[in-house]
C-alpha cells in the first residue's frame, strides 16, 4: 500500500475545508486566508449551553469559515446582576479612566474634560483642553493615564482634529493639573496626526492602549466612504490601521515597517475599519474590535505586519445590501477575525475582565455595544471563542472599564448619560 506523507495529507484536509467557503462566496484567490494554530478545531467549553446568543436572521448568506467564529453558545448559567447608577448628567461621554485615588476622569465628545467624585458629582470642566471638530462622530474620543501618572500627571487624549481642508485622528499629550473639582490640562503637545487629512464626519476610532514595555497603541479607522476607505490596504496612508507608538509619538525601531521606503513606520495591524475597542489581554497582548458595516463587527488580535483585509475581505455588506468589493470572506494574505457578528451589535469598546468579583468572568472580554444595548461578554479558549453572554442594560454603552473594586463600569451615550456599575446580584436575595 502507497503511504502519503503527514504533511501532503494536512494539506488536502485544510484545502478541503476552505474550498466550499471560497466557492460560496465566489473568491477569486485560490488560497485560503491566514489561520493560526488549530483553528479548524472545534472550540468547548464545559459552561456552554446549546442555544447560540445571537437568534436574529443574518443581513449576509455569508457562512464562517471557522468553528464557532460567530453566534457561539451562550453559557448554560447566565449571570445575574445588579445594575446601579453612579453618575448622571453627562453629556455624550465618550472614555472613562479609573485615577489612582478611585475617581474617575471623563470625555465628553463636543471637548470637555470631567472629573467624577467618588460621590458621583461631575466635576467643572477642565480647561485647556485641544479644539475639536465634534460632527458626526467626531470629537474628544479616549483618555488613557501615563503608566507613570502618579509622579507625572501626564494624560494622553485622542480626538477628532480640526485641520486645513478637513481633519482626522490626533493624539495629544498633557499634564493634568486640578484645582477645585475641576483643573487644567498644561504643557499641551500634540505627538501623533493620522494622515492623510480628509472632510467628512466618520469613522476616526479611536483607542489608546499603553503595553508593559513602556509602548502605546493607537487605534484608527478609515473614514467610511469608499473613496478614503481603500486606504486601510495602503501602507503608505494612515487610514484604517492600528499604530504602535512609543510616549513620544515615534515609531519604536522594532516595528514591522521600520526601515520600509513604501509604509508608514508606525503602523502594526493594517486592513482595519473603525477600531474603537481595545484592550491588553491576560498575556499583554492587543486584542480589537471594530465596527463592520451590516454585518461583519469583528474581533481580533493585531499582529505586527498583519492584514486584517478590510474592505477587500468582510463578513459584512453595504447599508444598501449591495456586496462589497467583490463579495468575498477570505482571501490569500488576510487573516480571518477571531469572531465577527452579523447582524452587528456595533461594539464601542472592549475590557479584559481580570478582577476577583465576577468569577465567572476571569479572563473574558468585555464589550459595549451601541446596537445592542448592553454589554456582551466572550469567553475565550486557546484564543477562540467558546461562549458568548449579552447582558441587557437598556441604554447604547460608550465605555466599559473593570474597576479596581472588580466591579464592571459602563458609561451610556446620549446628552443625559449615566456611568452604571455592574456587580453579583445576591442570590440568596
Known amino acids: 500500500m502507497t503511504r502519503i506523507h503527514p504533511t501532503l495529507l494536512a494539506t488536502v484536509a485544510a484545502l478541503s475545508l476552505s474550498l466550499p467557503a471560497l466557492a460560496q462566496n465566489a473568491a477569486p484567490e485560490a488560497r485560503p486566508s491566514r489561520v493560526e494554530g488549530e483553528a479548524f478545531t472545534a472550540p468547548s467549553a464545559e459552561s456552554a449551553g446549546s ?3 445571537e437568534t436574529a436572521e443574518p443581513n449576509t448568506g455569508y457562512k464562517p469559515l471557522l468553528p464557532n467564529q460567530t453566534r457561539a453558545p451562550k453559557p448554560a448559567e447566565a449571570a445575574r446582576v445588579d445594575v446601579a447608577t453612579v453618575a448622571k448628567g453627562l453629556a455624550s461621554a465618550w472614555a472613562m479612566e479609573f485615577l489612582p485615588d478611585g475617581r474617575m476622569i471623563v470625555t465628553e465628545k463636543a471637548g470637555k474634560i470631567r472629573i467624577v467624585g467618588k460621590d458621583g458629582k461631575i466635576g467643572a470642566p477642565v480647561a485647556n483642553v485641544p479644539k475639536v471638530d465634534s460632527r458626526g462622530q467626531g470629537g474628544l474620543l479616549d483618555i488613557a493615564l501615563s503608566p507613570g501618572f502618579r509622579n507625572d500627571r501626564t494624560v494622553y487624549v485622542s480626538y477628532s482634529e480640526p485641520r486645513e481642508k478637513g481633519n482626522g485622528t490626533t493624539l495629544a499629550k498633557a499634564v493634568l493639573t486640578e484645582s477645585g473639582d475641576g483643573g487644567k490640562l498644561e504643557n499641551v503637545k500634540v505627538i501623533f496626526r493620522q494622515m492623510p487629512t ?19 497603541f493607537l487605534t484608527v479607522g478609515e473614514r467610511s466612504d469608499k473613496q478614503p476607505r481603500v486606504q486601510a490596504q495602503d501602507l503608505s496612508s494612515g ?14 525601531k522594532d516595528n514591522p515597517y521600520v526601515g520600509s521606503e513604501k509604509a ?7 486592513g482595519h ?35 486584517y483585509g478590510w474592505p477587500t475581505v468582510t463578513y459584512g455588506i453595504e447599508y444598501s445590501g449591495e456586496k462589497i468589493g467583490e463579495g468575498i470572506t477570505q482571501a490569500g494574505g488576510t487573516a480571518q477575525p477571531v469572531y465577527y457578528w452579523d447582524p452587528v451589535i456595533a461594539p464601542s469598546s472592549l475590557a479584559y475582565y ?29 484564543d477562540k471563542v467558546v461562549t458568548e453572554e449579552r447582558i441587557e442594560l437598556g441604554d447604547r454603552i460608550r465605555d466599559v472599564k473593570v474597576g479596581p473594586d472588580g466591579a464592571i463600569y459602563a458609561v451610556t451615550d446620549g446628552p443625559d448619560g449615566k456611568i452604571l456599575k455592574l456587580t453579583p446580584k445576591n442570590r440568596e436575595g
Open 273 to 307: 475599519r473603525n477600531v474603537q475597542g481595545a484592550t491588553l489581554d491576560g498575556q499583554g497582548r492587543l486584542w480589537t474590535i471594530e465596527h463592520g458595516p451590516r454585518g461583519g463587527d469583528e474581533l481580533n488580535r493585531p499582529r505586527p505586519g498583519v492584514n
Open 198 to 216: 480628509y472632510d467628512g464626519d466618520k469613522h476616526f476610532g479611536s483607542r489608546i492602549v499603553f503595553t508593559p514595555d513602556g509602548k502605546l
Open 264 to 270: 508608514l513606520p508606525e503602523i502594526w495591524s493594517y
Open 51 to 53: 442555544v447560540p446568543a
Open 239 to 252: 487610514l484604517g490601521k492600528v499604530f504602535r507608538l512609543d510616549t513620544d509619538g515615534n515609531a519604536p
Open 354 to 382: 481580570d478582577g476577583s468579583l465576577f468569577p465567572a468572568f476571569k479572563g473574558n472580554f468585555l464589550a459595549g455595544g451601541l446596537i445592542y444595548p448592553g454589554l456582551v461578554v466572550l469567553k475565550l479558549d486557546g
